[in-house]
């Protein structure tokens, strides 16, 4: 087989309403999400058994290749290949890891779906289906929308996708203070009963200005240094629109073509970038 690679970009919510806690205990999300021109790489090449290995920036902060959420889309792969009567031979996958790990860009699930794309493709399978978009809901909420890898709104836990029209692309920078916050830890900050209702959902898919992120508040609560740089950005000439993106701790500024890079701290992460 020809080596080949896969770009796995990062994932941004420009919306994410709580809209309650469902009798299941999962809470019940509407979103807009789009996606960016920077991300991890993933390269396919013929092995003699499976494995991962990873570079980059970010590498150190996976967890270990066994562990590594690219080793359940190798398994779900394997699944859906043995189920079609297809082959699916050992794989080596590098990942070249530029996101930041744990930071509400869905690295973990951009990576999770890249891989589960360029698996199928190995085994001559059509990555996005309903089966595969089933398997990438079992490995993560978000590997569905970005197995999709397009604008669209995300509803329920991450199974309903709608593409969305005439979504404009726009000039961006992603910041992350490199701070892990947990999604569940989040989540129960809201401190929700199950069956309880929130907030409501989206009412306009085009106006940004109506949109917000309810998960911002219990991440600032478990880390401050979100809300500083939430600060920064709106206090930027040039942003537009500032808030944090998934569970963070990325945070998103929207900014003109023209404007200067934000008053920012060095040890942060940064990328300017566009979104869409």
């Known amino acids: 087989m020809t080596p080949f690679s896969i770009f796995a970009p990062a994932k941004v919510n420009l919306a ?3 809209l309650g806690r469902r009798a299941d205990g999962y809470h019940e ?3 807009i999400v789009t996606f960016a021109d920077v991300g991890d790489w993933l390269t396919f090449s013929e092995a003699g058994a499976f494995a991962v290995t990873a570079t980059g920036p970010f590498a150190a902060a996976l967890p270990s290749s066994a562990d590594n959420i690219i080793a359940k889309s190798w398994a779900a792969a394997q699944q859906i290949a043995s189920l079609r009567g297809k082959v699916l031979p050992p794989v080596s996958v590098g990942l070249e890891k530029n996101l930041p790990v744990a930071s509400g860009i869905g690295g973990g699930s951009a990576n999770a779906a890249a ?7 190995i085994a001559g399978i059509e990555a996005f289906d309903q089966e595969a978009a089933a398997a990438g809901l079992a490995i993560g909420a978000d590997v569905p929308v970005c197995l999709m890898g397009r604008s669209c709104r995300m509803q329920g836990v991450g199974e ?3 593409p969305l029209a005439n979504h404009a692309p726009v000039s961006a920078i992603l910041v992350n203070p490199l701070v892990e916050v947990s ?9 929700l009963e199950k069956g309880q209702v929130f907030r409501e ?3 306009d898919e085009q106006n940004m200005s109506t949109w917000r ?19 920064r950005l709106a206090a930027s000439p040039g942003i537009t629109r500032a808030f944090m993106s998934g569970s963070g701790a990325t945070c998103v500024g929207i900014m003109t073509e023209e404007a200067a890079l934000p008053d920012l701290d060095p040890r942060w992460w940064a990328a300017r970038t566009v979104l869409g």
């Open 16 to 18: 994410l309403h709580v």
């Open 29 to 31: 999300l509407d979103s």
């Open 115 to 121: 891989a589960l794309k360029g698996f199928l493709r």
């Open 160 to 162: 309903r996708i709608a």
């Open 183 to 191: 999604t569940p830890a989040v989540f129960r900050g809201l401190g």
């Open 201 to 203: 959902s989206i009412a």
């Open 213 to 231: 992120n309810d998960l911002a508040a219990p991440a600032i609560a478990l880390a401050p240094v979100i809300g500083e740089v939430l600060n």
